[in-house]
C-alpha cells in the first residue's frame, strides 16, 4: 500500500514539475514574441522615419535644381551660407522636423555674379520622424549652373567666326577670341583669355574685356573702349596703324607701336578690375536619356505648328522648321538642321524653345531663314561637335551656346539676344546635380 501511494505522490511531482516546464517554455515564447513585436515594430518606425528624411532630401534637391536663384540669393549670401529650407512640416504620418541646405564651396571661388558661377558644392541635412523614432541624413552634392542663355553669345574655341555680321547681345568666350573680319557687336565682348583682332579688321562693340591680353593687329580698330585685366606680362598691345577709339583700361603692359599718340585721360592704369569668365558648360546627353517627357527613336522631322512641353529627346536627328507652341527642349542624341523658318506662336509670346544638340555635326541653320530659338551644343567630342553653322542671311534671335560658331560671311547675318525666351525656359531642364555622398548619421540597422 505504502508502494503505491509512493509512486501516485512521484506522478503528482512529475505531472507539477512538466506543468512548471511548459508554463515556463510559455512564458519564455510569448515574451520572445512579444520582444519580437517590438523590434518589428521599431524596425518599422525608423525605416518609416528614414523615409521622411529621404522625402525631405529630394525636396531640397528639387528646389535647387528648380531655382538657381534661390542657391545663389538666399544659400550663397546668408551670413553662414545656411539656410534652413523645412521645418517641421508633416508628412507620411511623420514629420519633416528639419531640412538645411548648406553651400560647402563654389567656383570660382568669388564670382561676380549668378551667371558667373559653374558649380556649386552643397551639403543638405534632413531629419525625419515618425512615432518617437527619428532619422538624420547628410547627403553632399554637386550642382552644375543651368545654361545662362542670358549672356546671349557664349563659345569656347578660338576657331569662332562671326562672318562679319551684325550681333546684338554680349559675346562670351571662356578662352580666347579671335576676330577675323569686320563686326558690328552691340554689347560687349568678353574673353577668359586673350582678344586678337587681325590686320586690317574692324570691331564695334560697347567694351572689349579680356581676362589675358589685348592685341590689335596692324591696320586693326576696336570702335569702342578694352578692359584689360592680366597683370604683366598680359598686355594690351597696338600695331602699326592700329587704334583703339575709347578708354584703355589696363593692369599689365601697355606697347603702343600704332603710330598714334593717345590722350592721356583716356589711359587707366590698375583700372582694369577683375574679369572671370567661368568654363564652358557641358552638358551630358545621359541626363536627357534617363529623364524625358517624350522619346522619339530614330530620326524625327518637326515641320507646320507643334506643341513641345518638356523634354522631348530624339535619338537621331532632328529637321525642324514651323511654328511651336509652349515650353520646354528638344534634345538630339543627332544632328539638327534648322531647313526654314522656326517661330515661336505669336498668339503666345511666353513660348520658349530650347535645341541641344549633341551630334557629330552640330546645329545648322539654313541661308536667309528666321530663327526663334535657344541653341546650344557642347564641345568635345568628334571634330564637327559643338558646331554652330549660320547661314548665310539669316536671322536668329534668342540665344546661342556652342563651342565654335561659324556665320557665313556671303550675306548679311543678324544674331540678336531675346531675353523673352532666356527668361521663360525653365531652369530645370539644363542643370545637373550629382550626389557626391550619402550618409545616415546613426545607424541603427
Known sequence: MKSVDNESGQALILVVMMTLLILLIGFSTLTLVSECRKASLAERTMVQAYYIADAGVERALAKVKSDSGWLWDDVHFDSNKEVEFIINQNYAGGVITEVKVKEEGIYPAVPLSREDVAYTNILITSVGAYEGSKKTLEVRAR?????????????????????????ISHVTSSGDLIFRRN???????????????????????????????????????????VRQAGASPFQVALAGRASISGDIYYNGVLFNDSGNVMEASKLHQGGAGVITVPPFPVLDLSMYEKNHDLKYTGDKAFTGSFEISGITYVTGDVT??????????????????????????????ASSLAILCFGDRGITIADGKEVWALLYTPSGGASGAGMLNVG??????????????????????????????????????????SITSWHENYPVF
Open 183 to 225: 563686326g558690328i557687336f552691340s554689347g560687349e565682348i568678353t574673353a577668359g583669355g586673350t582678344v586678337t583682332v587681325l590686320e586690317s579688321v574692324t570691331v564695334a562693340a560697347d567694351e572689349v574685356k579680356a581676362a589675358k591680353s589685348i592685341i590689335l593687329e596692324s591696320g586693326a580698330q576696336v570702335n569702342g573702349g
Open 320 to 349: 525642324i522648321s514651323g511654328n511651336y507652341n509652349g515650353v520646354g527642349a528638344i534634345v538630339a542624341g543627332g544632328d539638327v538642321y534648322i531647313s526654314s523658318d522656326l517661330k515661336r506662336n505669336h498668339d503666345n509670346p
Open 143 to 167: 550642382v552644375d549652373a543651368p545654361l545662362h542663355f542670358s549672356r546671349g553669345v557664349w563659345v569656347n574655341s578660338p576657331e569662332s567666326d562671326f562672318g562679319g555680321g551684325v550681333v
Open 392 to 433: 548665310g542671311a539669316a536671322t536668329v534671335h534668342g540665344s546661342l551656346i556652342c563651342d565654335k560658331i561659324m556665320i557665313n560671311p556671303a550675306a548679311n547675318t543678324l544674331v540678336q539676344y531675346e531675353s523673352s525666351l532666356s527668361n521663360h525656359q525653365p531652369e530645370w531642364i539644363t542643370t545637373k546635380i
